[in-house]
């Protein structure tokens, strides 16, 4: 044997005993790490804990070492290793290329309307206008600053790279998908999960970790947690995945068609007092309330109901709709009523929820007061008081989680009075909510489109949004249709034109028949899917026969399911909290005088003062949260969006002085709330909506 095979054979040998001693020393610090990272995680995840207290893994693997001494993982039944190599070598340039391309740039922003002149959207735009006037003086962020708002990262592997991210940023919310419990049980030995735990709690730094989620769940389970800790943080967020697989490819995936609708849905400040002073006016007014037992049953669940919506959709199906009438109970939503009135079709109920004086102005578009007077009218309780004097008959429901619903609950005032969930963000979900909550189970859904093929038929023809002609009108085309940025799935294939909004409506929509399961929900559009409806066309409906008459069970509805609330004005100004809300108001707003003009300071405050309304949230004054918490969101969302797109070094004394203006606005904004509130009782809507100028006059 030659000299060169000789050493060739010594130091695969010394190789190969090298790497048993480590395999061996190995085998005795994984179960100690395991222990102490279990200790650990009981403290700070229980859940986690309880699941993995004795875990099987699904999938058998062992570690084993490589040359270099780093534990891996091999999959036994394919003999397949996790990583190459070296695990921490790609761990370390997995997060060193993920953050050199990762910025957190401003998107760009534009001012919106304020057609109520409403001092949210006011001093939003202010901001927004102060930032486009300075853009071009500011240094903008190259990289990412050492505080990272949010990151979203998917697959823990055996957890390398959580130690090299956390070396180079303090990462304010890390959210970590496991879809595989196998692996992050692997991660409990082979990482020093403790040590890290300790240090997040040490710096308030939040880590929020999903093992095993489905497509199913995953957006869902990451809205309820970001929401938790600040929707604004998601809008200023880096992800990246970890090692490839099918499963977090299609969570990816899920997560990018949803996400934005974590960002979708917050209300804002003026929004929450006009709700309260319609909602008091109501009940002061002793409009009906929709009673918590008043459900049908029996036969009278079965009976069909028509959900009417304006979508495109709506013009194929007035002929079904006319011809079946009298077999089922027929429920207009919003401006569907124009185009039903335009055919000759009265529905037996009509429902609303939009709050602003534009719905009670809308039906005095109509110019038909004949017709609308005989219809049963169902809202919610944040309605505008001028849409009842329209009809004989009307009432309305709790809209859950509006700032009275959340007072009246808190005090015991309203235990027996319904709520309706799900009733956002479009009056179509107010009809589906309405059917479900007064028990019926036959429900058939027209013209909820959520979606259109095309954007000059973006909602019926029949409707005022089009001349007497069926063309779209040019103005009311362009408000309805110039956020159409997404796609959505078709109802019966292909894919419709779409927006957040939509897509919103379309989840809550799933959400309330997963709350109704006993519920058959046939949808004939041509818009967007609906989980848990059923996809029919018109043409294929076959009506049961029902042997109860309509005008009698249209009557017991009317005379027994709603009754006025016994609530003095007294009560309502009483637990208003107007003390405490200026308190909560004038620290805020001395907060934000004082605080340091570095990215972790502001993105602190941040998290402190949207903590102050979680602990409004347990208290008896609840309904503050629920007042401030949209707006709060809105401007963290674009201050923190601004504050991460430019330098904040020392010396940066111009980039300074432009967050100082920013936040001096932001105050100004806190300020003038304490006036509006004080008043909030009173505050009712008198603007004129511009828009409704434009619909076709009957």
């Known amino acids: ?58 999938r058998p693997f062992r570690f084993f070492c490589n040359e270099n001494g780093e534990p891996n993982l091999l999959w036994l039944d394919d003999n397949q290793a996790l990583y190459g190599h070296s695990p921490y070598e790609l761990a370390r340039a997995q997060v060193e290329s993920v953050l050199a391309s990762s910025t957190l740039g401003v998107m760009n922003l534009r ?25 071009s003086s500011l240094r903008l962020a190259q990289q990412l600053p050492v505080s ?62 999903f093992v095993g989620s489905d497509e199913n769940n995953i957006a869902e389970d990451l809205g ?49 007092v006009i709700a309260i002073a319609h909602s008091y006016a109501n009940i002061n007014g002793r409009v009906p309330f929709l009673r918590r037992d008043s459900k049908v049953s029996g036969m009278a669940a079965q009976f069909p109901v028509f959900i009417v919506g304006n979508g495109p959709s709506l013009d194929k199906a007035i002929p079904f709709i006319k011809e079946h009438q009298q077999q089922a109970i027929i429920i207009a939503c919003g ?38 007077r005989d219809i049963l009218f169902l809202g919610v309780d944040v309605l505008h008081p001028d849409c009842f004097g329209y009809f004989e008959q009307y009432a309305v429901g709790f809209k859950s989680m509006e700032p009275v619903h959340i007072l009246l609950s808190r005090l015991g005032l309203v235990d027996d009075v319904a709520f309706l969930p799900c009733v956002n963000p479009f009056v179509g979900n107010t009809g589906l909510s309405y059917a479900a909550t007064l028990g019926f189970k036959q429900l058939y859904l027209f013209g909820i489109d959520n979606g259109y093929l095309s954007k000059d038929h973006h909602h019926s023809r029949l409707s005022s949004y089009f001349d007497e002609h069926g063309n779209a009108i040019d103005k009311l085309k362009e408000a309805m249709t110039s956020s159409s940025n997404i796609r959505l799935p078709g109802n019966f294939g292909g894919e419709v034109i779409s927006n957040g909004l939509f897509s919103l409506s379309v989840k809550q929509m799933e959400v309330m028949l997963r709350m109704a399961p006993d519920v058959r929900c046939h949808n ?26 309509k005008e009698r069970l249209l009557a017991d509805i009317r005379s ?10 007294e009560e309502l100004e009483e637990h208003l909290g107007i003390e405490v809300f200026d308190k909560l108001v004038d620290l805020m707003r001395d907060e934000w005088d004082k605080v340091s003009l570095t990215h972790d300071e502001i993105i602190e405050l941040m998290q402190k003062q949207y903590n102050y309304l979680l602990y409004m949230m347990t208290t008896r004054e609840g309904h503050i949260h629920r007042v401030l918490v ?47 509130y004080r008043n909030a009782l009173h505050a009712r809507d008198e603007s004129y909506y511009e828009l409704l100028s434009h619909l076709r006059k009957n």
């Open 335 to 372: 401006s569907s009523i124009s185009a039903l009135h335009k055919v000759g079709i009265k529905p037996d109920i009509l429902v609303a929820v939009e709050r602003t004086k534009s719905s009670a102005d809308f039906l005095g578009t109509l110019n038909a007061p004949d017709f609308l």
């Open 148 to 209: 990272i708002p949010m990151m979203l990262m998917f697959g823990i592997g055996l957890g390398y790279q959580l130690g090299y991210l956390y070396e180079r940023h303090k990462i304010k919310n890390l959210f970590v998908v496991e879809p595989d419990p196998d692996l992050f049980y692997a991660s409990l030995f082979t990482f020093d999960w403790a040590p890290l735990l300790r240090y997040l709690d040490e710096n308030r730094l939040g880590m929020h970790i």
């Open 1 to 58: 044997m030659s000299d060169k095979l000789l050493t060739d054979a010594e130091q695969v040998v010394v190789r190969m005993t090298l790497q048993r001693e480590q395999e061996q020393a190995m085998l005795v610090t994984l179960p100690v790490r395991f222990q102490e990272n279990m200790a650990a995680i009981a403290t700070f995840f229980p859940r986690l804990h309880a699941e993995f207290e004795g875990y099987k893994p699904k």
């Open 630 to 676: 949209g707006s709060l969101n809105y401007f963290f969302y674009i201050m923190l969006s601004v504050v991460h797109s430019i330098e904040l070094d020392e010396g940066a004394e111009n980039e300074h002085a432009f967050v100082r203006e920013m936040i001096d606005l932001y105050r100004e904004f806190l300020e003038k709330t304490k006036d509006k």
């Open 111 to 135: 001012p919106g309307d304020n057609y109520f002149d409403q001092i949210h959207p006011e001093y939003l735009n202010k901001i927004i206008d102060l930032f486009n006037a300075r853009r």
């Open 560 to 569: 027994t399911f709603f009754a006025p609330l016994e609530i003095s004005a």
């Open 224 to 272: 309820i947690a970001v929401n938790k800790r600040g929707a604004f943080w998601a809008t200023s967020i880096c992800s990246f995945w970890h090692y490839p697989s099918e499963k977090i490819s299609t969570l990816i995936r899920k997560v990018e068609k949803e996400f934005h609708n974590i960002k979708l849905g917050w209300g804002f400040f003026d929004d929450n």
């Open 524 to 549: 004939t559009a041509d818009g967007a899917k609906i989980e848990g409806s059923i996809a029919q066309r018109i043409e294929e409906i076959q009506l049961q026969e029902n042997l109860l008459e």
